[in-house]
């Protein structure tokens, strides 16, 4: 997790990233539509540009978009107002959660914790579960090679129960996406 590094990618975004210039996360869509994940207080962990948030928040739910960089907290404003949509973006470290607190409904995570080092999964995950109540659901994607289901079942296996939603060989670089869709357990940490 370079954030000097996405600070220079939001700023310069010469190559078309994926999760700055879309699709929304097709798990996600899929998901709500079917009504399987139903509106309500969400956090867009990692958020980036707000593409994910944005579409939460079009499609009635109450949300908060986190991320380290300003210069991407600055576009997701600019690119919820021109949807005509309200979310909440802060600019902070999943590492450290300073202006955020409460529970939600949904947590998301589009490749923010696969991103990191151990010591710093720990730390998310420390500052995670106090945004969960027993029933929250946690949509997580992310590449096998950084974080494989035995890792995840150790950090989070505890806490959640664990599905795999889907799992696709991204065809560009025969990496393995796995999007898994958790649910709090029991009471809180």
């Not at 879309?22 to 207080?41: K, M, Q, T, W, Y």
């Not at 990692?46 to 593409?51: Q, R, S, T």
């Not at 909440?88 to 998301?108: I, K």
Request: hydrophobic residues 40%.
């Amino acid at each position: 997790m370079n954030k000097w590094l996405y600070e220079l990618i939001y700023r310069f975004p010469f190559v078309p990233i994926a999760w700055i210039f879309g699709p929304i996360l097709p798990d996600l869509v899929e998901l709500v539509e079917s009504g399987r994940i139903a509106p309500g207080r969400a956090i867009d962990l990692g958020c980036g540009v707000g593409v994910e948030a944005i579409y939460l928040a079009k499609n009635g739910f109450e949300v908060t978009g986190v991320d380290f960089s300003p210069t991407a907290i600055k576009r997701a404003r600019k690119d919820a107002r021109a949807a005509g949509v309200e979310v909440r973006f802060v600019e902070d470290d999943l590492t450290t959660l300073r202006q955020v607190n409460g529970v939600y409904d949904l947590l998301l995570d589009v490749g923010a914790l696969n991103d990191m080092n151990q010591e710093a999964r720990d730390s998310y995950l420390q500052n995670v579960l106090p945004l969960t109540y027993p029933g929250s659901l946690y949509l997580l994607m992310c590449f096998e090679r950084k974080l494989g289901p035995d890792e995840l079942q150790r950090r989070f296996g505890e806490h959640f129960s664990i599905e795999v939603i889907s799992g696709q060989t991204e065809s560009l670089s025969s990496r393995i996406i796995t999007v898994y869709l958790m649910t709090r357990k029991g009471g809180r940490s």
